[in-house]
């Protein structure tokens, strides 16, 4: 097998898993069990307790792991110029990814803390559970989560807008309202904006409350608001990630009309339609309903062929 082959190969087996391809998912399937255990490993490791008992085991395990995630940065690093094959400096571009930086970011912490830079320990082991986002390559919730933001930005902006407006003139009444009565908890109107900041979200700690009646009809006003900002920036997003499912269950119901022209859908095209399924993260269940939907709308009754 030829250098380019082996990189090829390589290529996909370090991406998501599609179709039959059984050694891409197993690889897959472990790196995401190895971020997992880590990240349990990160957590016990700061009881101390646990620490203290086994902290020679937990070293060891992130030690292992570290290893592993540094081979899998450095043969993702191999294969850039076939992820990013129409850039100049595709290993510079990986680097400076978004996949790029969370790899590094696995990895580099234990490096800093081998080495030692004077770097608070806290701060680190802290950081090694930005590990989480390598599942990232796995699994596209973020980029679903950005892509609807990104779609739905213009309405996102407004009720941003309306909550910073809600956000200002509320703090300013309130601080108005109870410095008088409160003047260490309401010193200065910034004071007043994380109170009125954690109404409006409907966290309220509960550890400053007004005591004016005015105080009191304006926290009511704050509470009433932060129900409605909340509830329109969760629709516009809800709505956000229904428009994207239905997006994807549209595109690959036209791959399915295209695999159907010719009334069969060979072996070629139902590896091509699994590995569609896989990238949308369909389910078979889903996958199928919508051949079956498609066959019938045709005419034709072959949705058996894909199970």
Not at 135 to 145: C, E, K, M, R, V
Not at 284 to 304: C, P, V, W, Y
């Amino acid at each position: 097998m030829s250098l380019k082959l082996s990189r090829i190969r390589l290529f996909e087996i370090l991406e998501v898993g599609k179709g039959s391809d059984v050694t891409s998912k197993i690889c897959d399937n472990f790196l995401v069990f190895l971020v997992i255990s880590s990240i349990f490993s990160v957590i016990l490791g700061s009881v101390p307790e646990i620490d203290v008992k086994y902290s020679l085991e937990l070293r060891l395990f992130e030690i292992v792991t570290v290893l592993i995630f540094t081979v899998e940065y450095l043969l993702r690093l191999w294969v850039a110029p076939i992820k990013y094959e129409q850039s100049k400096r595709p290993k510079i571009k990986y680097i400076f990814s978004f996949y790029g930086i969370v790899d590094l970011a696995a990895i580099l912490p234990f490096y800093i803390s081998l080495f030692g830079f004077g770097v608070d320990l806290r701060v680190l082991r802290a950081a090694r559970l930005l590990r989480i986002l390598k599942i990232s390559h796995y699994n596209t919730a973020l980029q679903d989560l950005a892509l609807a933001i990104y779609d739905e930005r213009k309405s996102f902006v407004s009720a941003i807008y309306i909550f910073t407006v809600a956000l200002l003139i509320t703090s300013s009444l309130i601080f108005f309202a109870e410095n008088s009565r409160q003047p260490e908890d309401f010193r200065s109107i910034p004071d007043a904006i994380w109170w009125s900041l954690i109404t409006l979200t409907t966290v309220g700690y509960g550890d400053v409350s007004p005591i004016t009646p005015i105080g009191k009809i304006i926290g009511a006003i704050t509470a009433l608001l932060g129900v409605c900002t909340v509830a329109l920036l969760t629709g516009i997003v809800g709505n956000a990630f229904s428009a994207q499912l239905s997006r994807k269950r549209s595109e690959f119901r036209s791959e399915v009309l295209r695999a159907l022209q010719d009334g069969v859908i060979t072996d070629v095209e139902h590896e091509y339609l699994d590995k569609l399924r896989d990238e949308f993260n369909m389910s078979k269940q889903h996958a199928r309903s919508i051949l079956i939907e498609t066959t019938q709308d045709m005419g034709f009754n072959i949705a058996e062929d894909y199970k």
